[in-house]
């Protein structure tokens, strides 16, 4: 997988799961969310956010998940969109979806509320498009 498009499912993942991710690290021995707040600022800022990846992927392991923020990839819509499902019929154009307001990241998500969800990095509300 090139780089770009790993730092994006990266970023879906934290973007997608940042509230659990959050209450994870607050209810560690250290009682804060330093790593999480550290991607987020890298990312923010336009930076590199492998390292900060790591890092956090690695607090939540010692915090006793041994996937670490692996464990939250298959939730919150942060899949890669060109896999598809066998059986699943690719022609769904003008179904309505959320995805990253600045294209940054893999984090989808499908209109069942009234108001879009928030990106973690931006806080700016997802933008609505059509597949």
Do not use: K
Not at 18 to 29: M, N, S, T, V, Y
Not at 37 to 45: C, F, P, S, Y
Not at 68 to 85: P, Q
Not at 101 to 130: E, F, K, N, V
């Amino acid at each position: 997988m090139a780089e770009a498009e790993e730092t994006a499912r990266e970023l879906g993942i934290v973007c997608a799961n940042a509230d659990a991710i959050r209450g994870r690290l607050r209810r560690g021995p250290a009682g804060d969310d330093a790593a999480l707040e550290d991607l987020l600022t890298a990312a923010r800022g336009g930076l590199e956010t492998g390292y900060a990846f790591e890092v956090l992927h690695a607090v939540l392991q010692t915090l006793g998940d041994p996937q670490g923020l692996h464990a939250y990839s298959e939730t919150g819509g942060s899949a890669g969109r060109g896999v598809h499902a066998a059986g699943i019929a690719r022609d769904r154009s003008g179904e309505p979806v959320y995805l990253c307001p600045a294209h940054r990241c893999t984090r989808y998500g499908w209109p069942d509320r009234a108001t879009a969800p928030l990106c973690a990095i931006s806080g700016d509300r997802l933008r609505l498009d059509r597949l």
